[in-house]
């Protein structure tokens, strides 16, 4: 049965209360496809347009709302990535460097993963276990992981895996078989568990993540790395993109932090703040007169209360999605 088009006065409210409670996971679903905040909310905008044109021809009872809306927005998102480079972490794309000591190597031609500001999704959800689902979705390390498949890869691991469609969904989403979805879902499994072989759960309590973020920004403050050195994970990775330049394991990451201060000076100040569902925080070194604004970092954090990956942004793009203020006093 098709339903007949509507075309009263109150249609843009029966759409607007239809539409709106998909919105916040259409965001999470663009941003793992494209990596960009900014071009993720652009498609869920083109989504919410693309949908608007068709829903005199919406039929539910051949999908959801939820179902038919990840179609349009999915397909949106691929349409996109024609255009548009793959935006991995340095961590994800090549070897760690040796010498904490040694030269910087930028990478400026690279479109980076952007971090995503908590604030941007407006608060958590409610429910503490689709607070604990979002945090795995959006957390740093999986998003980069994403960024190594080809799109269409991508795009059926995060139906399949993450949003639970059924094989036969995806495939009318992407206007492909069955068996080539399955077929594509193993390969996307084998590359993203390559990339990421622990995946951190996400699941330790938000207070104890903080805690051990907290205890972390005093020892940054007071430029204290034997302190630092205390709270890294055996095989902590250390990045910083747009540099190609990323290290692994507590000593190569304790020798990079005295390479900052010595360079830098042991006067800093920090804000915390939060991204991709992670602790985070926001440096300032200290100058002539107050501290100015030196990088956003995002933490990872493990069960044993220590740092397992550290991603430090110096980018002024991720500074203004950020919002934040180039000075303090």
Known sequence: MTVAPLRSE???????????????????????????????QDLVQETMERAWRAYDRYDPTRASMRTWLYRIATNACLNALDSRRRRPLPSGVGKPFDDPEGPFVPGFEVPWLQPFPDRAFGGPPADPAEQAVERSRIRLAFVAALQLLSAKERAVLILREVLTFTAQEVAATLNTTVPAVNSALQRARATVGRAD?????????????KATVDHYMSA????????????????????????WNWYQGRTAYAGFMRRVFSQRGTS????????????????????????????????????????????????????????LARTID
């Open 10 to 40: 109150g249609i843009h409210q029966v759409f607007a209360d239809a539409v709106e409670p998909h919105r916040r996971e259409l965001l999470v679903h663009c941003y793992q496809m494209l990596g960009s905040v900014a071009d993720a």
């Open 197 to 209: 072989p622990k995946p951190e759960s996400m699941s330790e309590p938000v207070q104890a993540m």
């Open 220 to 243: 940054f403050e007071r430029a204290d790395v034997a302190a630092l050195a205390r709270l890294l994970a055996d095989e902590v990775v250390l990045e910083m993109p747009p540099m």
């Open 268 to 323: 800093w100040r920090t804000l915390p703040t939060s991204a991709n569902g992670q602790s985070a925080m926001v440096a300032y070194a200290h100058q002539e007169g107050g501290y100015r604004l030196h990088t956003l970092q995002v933490f990872t954090t493990g069960a044993a209360g220590t740092v397992t990956r550290t991603t430090v942004y110096q980018d002024p793009d991720v500074f203004a999605l950020f919002d």
